[in-house]
Nanobody, 124 residues
Framework: QVQLVESGGGLVQAGASLRLSCAASGRTFSSYTMGWFRQAPGKEREFVAAVGGSGSGGYKYYADSVRRRFTMSRDNAKNTVNLQMNSLKPEDTAVYYC???????????????WGQGTQVTVSS
């Protein structure tokens, strides 16, 4: 069982930066792939970034829309993952969710555990 709690959302202007954090509980945290997803009003939940667990060597990958602007990291000693978001755009506005999956994947349905979400709003 893994419990996830996100923090760090807020309201910023376009071009600014935000850092989201996700605190996880559970002794097997390091083995899980950790992902970030987002959902904007009226849209489906979409993949943002993921970092694989210890078995994958910490493999990272990103959605095309955020590559080179967002950076995901994990600290297995602290059971945390972070999402550094730079050069934010209004279209990045969404609720951001942290999630955990037993394998490396960008498919939301394959994630078993989800946080409650944190709102990110980017004004133009």
């Amino acid at each position: 069982q893994v419990q996830l709690v996100e923090s760090g959302g807020g309201l910023v202007q376009a071009g600014a930066s935000l850092r989201l954090s996700c605190a996880a509980s559970g002794r097997t945290f390091s083995s899980y792939t950790m992902g970030w997803f987002r959902q904007a009003p009226g849209k489906e939940r979409e993949f943002v970034a993921a970092v694989g667990g210890s078995g994958s060597g910490g493999y990272k990958y990103y959605a095309d829309s955020v590559r080179r602007r967002f950076t995901m990291s994990r600290d297995n000693a602290k059971n945390t993952v972070n999402l550094q978001m730079n050069s934010l755009k209004p279209e990045d506005t969404a609720v951001y969710y942290c999630a955990a999956a037993p394998k490396v994947t960008g498919t939301a349905d394959e994630y078993d555990y989800w946080g409650q979400g944190t709102q990110v709003t980017v004004s133009s």
